[in-house]
């Protein structure tokens, strides 16, 4: 997220009229006869069942077999007691061993070609993909850089150094473009058990926000998707804002652009605004952008490239294994803020890809492919996500099965389906609907959510797990629910009918409410969280999300980490592991100063565990100096925690 007064993905741009999740939340516990206002407890109760669909409600052995840690504000990573936590591959690290960029000089003095051949800012989204499938000492560590800490239009905190920044020069441009994007970094474990980086490995690569790309499926030629420069509409140059990610059975790393939003704006003085409707729906400012990269480039000036916006806001898949390959964006998933993907599989062997929209009041979609998954065949395999349905979630409260707090319907996002009656915009064929997802969304009355963030799906019992962040600025409310602040955020799964993931009707119910216990006013509350969320194990803003193979739950937050107020003893963001069964949650890890926990992936053999710390120090005055300590500036880096009996990590 930016260095915002207010982050953007707290501002809506959802001016429909439909249905908040938080109003199906509230019928839902007033027609199961919860008490009202002031019995937060009973509520609380309610919401921490055990796990519909995940076998007897006997009592069973926590999969929790760590000491939780204790909240800190302290600027180093904490990990649990027996596990070691160890910084690996921070920002700028050289890819390579000669050349540009085989050095950082550690002040942010680097110039955009140097910056092409090292490791990007701002790690994000990751995957570990084994050399050979199943090594757990060598392979390629992908990750995604989501975007440039900001503080004003013109000073990036760290990318040029600690000193403001001049007003923006083309070779600043260059560089900050060469930040953002993906890095593919081969890495392999030494004789004493250490990771190194595999420098002038052939499968090192940097894909940027200029790296030419492949616009692919049903919206790929479309006239929306064509510029002066691309006439045909099918190639694009760049991914940037990428935030979670995801990845395929047939061994691609899918990254999600998020706040592309953010790198557009106009540098043309008129009178006249110039943005579409669909433009003002997805954010895109009518002023020079926080980054001003339309100040250098005219691509990102929508005055002058009117339809450079809608080629981004894609899934992007990337073959990692494959240097020669060109990215391609995948049409057929929708536009939006992608946050991340989760894949999961039909009965029948399509292929399912969940994705939510990380925007207060935003939506939930799924994906279904038109064929079906054929083992071992790469080349089969190859397009699934070229063709196939759309759907978005809209949430009710029906009847429930269970534990379960209400029902829910996937509604296909398809011209011929959009009311007479919607008038806000004017679909001109499907390629349309999915370049403007979000107003198709609002056409066929999807249900508001809280910002939804990362989605995963239970390794076993196929149930679907979201983050919904936060919604500071949501205003409804009622006696069983008085969060007219949704400050703290909350997990909601769903289970689809019959356990199949091509069913379009499903149950939820809500797994964790984040909250504070601690602050007196909300004790008796639901701002005190669920009965799952303790003194010991205080939260915010959940956002990364994952299951491991054992069926452990990983949390990751990326909130306020003032630790005062609201927020008191809370410290700074974590990483937290939850039992879905008996919905037990632990503090497993504790960040530095102002950073964002993000991006998980482990090992085959489950004995390495990586994660990323975004952005720490990230509002510059009395910030962090992490990883590098003393008073370097701070720097975006990945962590490796191991157990030190070398055994299973959360066991």
Same mark, same amino acid.
Request: negative net charge; hydrophobic residues 35%; glycine residues 10%.
């Given at each position: ?8 993905? =707290? ?19 007033? /027609?199961?006869?919860?008490? &009202? ?59 390579? @061993? ?37 090594? @757990? ?42 930040? $953002? ?7 392999? &474990?030494?004789?004493?058990?250490? $990771? +190194? ?38 190639? !694009? ?12 059975? $047939? ?6 652009? *998020? ?12 009178? !006249? ?20 990269? *339309?100040?250098?480039? =005219? ?26 390959? &060109?990215? &391609?964006? /995948? ?21 399912? !890809? ?19 998954? !054929? *083992?071992?065949?790469?080349?089969? +395999?190859?397009?699934?996500?070229? #063709? ?31 009311? #007479? ?16 997802? /979000? ?54 799964? $769903?289970?689809?009918?019959? %356990? ?28 005190? %969280?669920?009965? +799952? ?12 999300? %994952? ?26 963001? #974590? ?8 919905? *037990?949650? /632990? ?33 510059? @005055? ?27 990590? %959360?066991?």
């Amino acid at each position: 997220m930016e260095i915002k007064s207010i982050d953007s993905e =707290d501002l809506p741009t959802n001016t429909s009229q439909n249905e908040h999740f938080q109003s199906v939340v509230n019928r839902a516990i007033n /027609r199961r006869g919860f008490l &009202k206002f002031g019995s937060g407890a009973a509520v609380a109760t309610f919401l921490a069942g055990p796990l519909a669909g995940c076998g007897s409600s006997d009592p069973v052995p926590s999969l929790l077999g760590f000491k939780a840690v204790a909240a800190n504000a302290l600027d180093t990573v904490t990990v649990a007691e027996g596990y070691t936590a160890t910084t690996f591959v921070p920002w700028g690290t050289p890819l390579f @061993s000669s050349g540009a960029g085989a050095t950082w000089g550690g002040t942010g003095s680097e110039t955009a070609a140097d910056q092409a051949r090292q490791v990007g800012d701002n790690h994000d989204g990751m995957h570990f993909f084994s050399i050979d499938g199943t090594s @757990s000492t060598e392979g390629l560590l992908v990750m995604n850089h989501e975007y440039n800490t900001t503080v004003s239009t013109t000073n990036y905190l760290t990318l040029f150094g600690p000193t403001p920044a001049p007003a923006n020069t083309l070779e600043r441009v260059n560089k900050a473009i060469n930040s $953002w994007g993906c890095s593919v970094i081969h890495i392999k &474990k030494d004789t004493a058990n250490k $990771w +190194n980086v595999v420098k002038d490995s052939s499968y090192n690569r940097r894909i940027t926000a200029a790296t030419p790309m492949q616009l692919t499926g049903p919206a790929s030629g479309d006239a929306l998707l064509k510029t002066s420069v691309d006439t045909t509409g099918t190639e !694009v140059l760049g991914t940037f804002n990428n935030c979670g990610n995801g990845i395929t059975p $047939w061994g691609t790393y899918l990254t999600c652009e *998020e706040n592309f939003n953010n790198n557009f704006g106009t540098t043309v003085a008129t009178s !006249v605004d110039g943005r579409t409707v669909s433009m003002k729906r997805y954010g895109i400012t009518a002023a020079t952008s926080g980054y001003a990269w *339309e100040t250098q480039i =005219d691509r990102f000036d929508y005055k002058k490239e009117a339809n450079e916006s809608n080629r981004h806001g894609w899934i992007v898949e990337i073959d990692p294994f494959d240097v020669t390959s &060109k990215p &391609k964006k /995948r049409t057929a998933l929708g536009r939006f803020k992608h946050e991340n993907a989760a894949y999961a599989f039909t009965k029948d062997k399509r292929v399912v !890809v969940y994705m939510g929209d990380d925007q207060a009041d935003d939506y939930i979609y799924k994906f279904i492919s038109t064929d079906k998954y !054929v *083992e071992g065949n790469q080349r089969a +395999n190859a397009n699934l996500l070229d #063709s196939g349905k759309l759907y978005v979630a809209k949430f009710g409260n029906g009847s429930t099965t269970g534990d379960f707090m209400g029902t829910g319907e996937w509604v296909e996002l398809k011209l011929s389906s959009i009311p #007479s009656s919607y008038t806000t915009y004017t679909f001109s064929n499907q390629a349309d609907v999915l370049i403007n997802a /979000r107003l198709a969304g609002d056409a066929l009355g999807a249900t508001k959510m809280d910002r939804p963030e990362w989605v995963t799906v239970h390794p076993t019992s196929g149930e679907v797990y979201v983050t919904l962040t936060n919604n500071s600025g949501r205003t409804v409310a009622d006696e069983a629910n008085p969060r007219t602040s949704n400050i703290y955020g909350q997990i909601v799964r $769903w289970r689809e009918t019959g %356990g199949d993931a091509a069913a379009l009707t499903f149950d939820w119910d809500i797994f964790v409410l984040a909250g504070n216990p601690t602050v007196t006013a909300n004790v008796g509350t639901t701002k005190a %969280g669920s009965s +799952n969320v303790t003194a010991d194990n205080t939260f915010n803003s959940p956002d990364g999300l %994952g299951f491991d193979k054992f069926g452990r739950l990983w949390i990751q937050t990326d909130g306020s980490y003032d630790n005062s107020g609201n927020y008191a003893n809370q410290g700074n963001n #974590s990483m937290l592991a939850a039992d879905p069964v008996s919905k *037990e949650i /632990r503090r497993f890890l504790v960040g530095p100063k102002q950073c964002e926990v993000t991006g998980l992936t482990f090992t085959p053999d489950s004995k390495t565990l990586f994660i990323n710390i975004q952005h720490p120090g990230e509002r510059g @005055s009395n910030g962090s100096n992490w990883p590098d300590g003393g008073t370097a500036m701070p720097r975006s880096a990945t962590v490796i925690i191991t157990k030190n009996d070398g055994g299973v990590i %959360g066991t």
